[in-house]
């Protein structure tokens, strides 16, 4: 028999944590639930947990101070909850390398779909890749810190990249010099929820382009497929943990 997904759920309300555990449970995956960022980092050393359900507004640390310190030791799947509904406490929780968001009062069955979109995302990895032992991936000049979600150039400096930025250079790396459209891009970063008239793609690819340095009239690692897609075109090997 298969092993059932593990959730964690981390929220001071209790009536919350109650309510997504039965729901959860319910639907076919195994939850654990945490009331602060202690309780839930001693869950994460006693349990197999394939994604952290994190409400932003905990007592003492914070969600964005636990997102941020998960990140920098692990690529596990993080979904952030808050009762703000502000642009600007989505665009903080993205940044602190959360992979998506849900504002209060939301819906079971609609965290439950966020959930299957991002296992799926995190799951549609290639199997040649064997990216569960890999810290780093490289290309052209560049590594791509896979725990702390990074870029670093061939000096150390580090240039910090957005949790969007993070998800689709990642898909490039996991398929390089493999001609990607828009579509593809967008179901391999967001899943089923993606809207396919989404033009946030293009606005992606050239932050990205900016951040690597690659010229937008004559980009050298990222290159555009005129009517196809796009494509990165560089050599990439994986450097695994040591």
Known sequence: MENPTQILVVDDDRDIRTLLADYLDGNGFRTFTASNGAEMRKMLDTARIDLVVLDLTLPGEDGLTLCRNLRAQ??????????RGEPLDRILGLEMGADDYLAKPFEPRELFARIRSVLRRTNALPPNMALSE???????????????????????TVVALSGAEFRLLKVFLEHPNRVLNRDQLLEL???RDADPFDRSVDIQISRLRQKLGDDARTPRIIKTVRNEGYVLSATVSIESRH
Do not use: K, Q
């Open 74 to 83: 692990s690529s596990l799947p993080v979904i952030m909850l808050t009762a």
């Open 134 to 156: 890999a810290h780093s991936m490289l290309f052209d000049t560049w590594r791509l810190d896979l725990m702390a979600r990074h870029l670093v150039m061939e000096d150390g």
């Open 189 to 191: 970063t967001r899943g």
